[in-house]
């Protein structure tokens, strides 16, 4: 009897432990120690995307773990509000749902110069975006939306650019 209540104090022991490790993870905020992106920030090439892509990020898929810069160098970016939820939420489309987000975060990445969003937004026809900036000397970005299914990590982004599945926004 009593190994059975050993073995019952060890599982709960490592089931507290695998919790908080998941529960650490998945609300932590990765640094991204620069100013946001300003309103008027001149936009990106797409070779120089094409290169900031092969950097080296870290992923998050929860609009809590988005950092502050990022959030702020989007609405400053595209001049839209940063109103997102998180995936498997609802989403608002033509229908507008009151206080329910037009956009629904599909992953972001945050390197140490540089950050990704990837979004959808909300419509009769819902449709996938991306945003990139560059935090360098002069802060750069670049948005798309994206003609295929969402990118679920940079890779399948990569390849969605190498084949020129997207069109760039205007600017206004």
């Known amino acids: ?67 502050p810069v990022l959030k702020q160098s989007f609405t400053n970016f595209t ?10 939420e609802p989403l608002s489309t033509d229908a507008i749902s009151s206080g329910v987000p037009s956009r629904q975060l599909i992953f972001a990445a945050v390197g140490k110069s540089s950050a990704v969003l990837v979004y959808e937004q909300g419509s009769f026809a819902s449709y996938p975006n991306v945003v990139v900036f560059s935090y360098g000397n002069q802060a750069k970005g670049w948005a798309a939306a994206l003609e295929d299914y969402p990118p679920r990590d940079i890779s ?4 969605t650019l190498q084949e020129s599945r997207f069109k760039t926004w205007e600017r206004k």
């Open 79 to 88: 001049g839209l509000p940063f109103d997102m939820n998180d995936p498997g």
């Open 156 to 159: 399948a982004l990569q390849e």
């Open 1 to 67: 009897m009593k190994l059975r209540g050993t073995a019952l104090a060890s599982a709960a022991l490592a089931l507290a432990i695998v919790f908080g490790l998941w529960f650490a993870r998945t609300r932590k905020v990765p640094a991204l120690s620069s100013q946001p992106v300003p309103k008027a920030a001149s936009i990106l090439a797409k070779s120089d995307v094409e290169n900031l892509l092969a950097a080296r990020y870290e992923l998050v898929r929860h609009v809590r773990q988005v950092p």
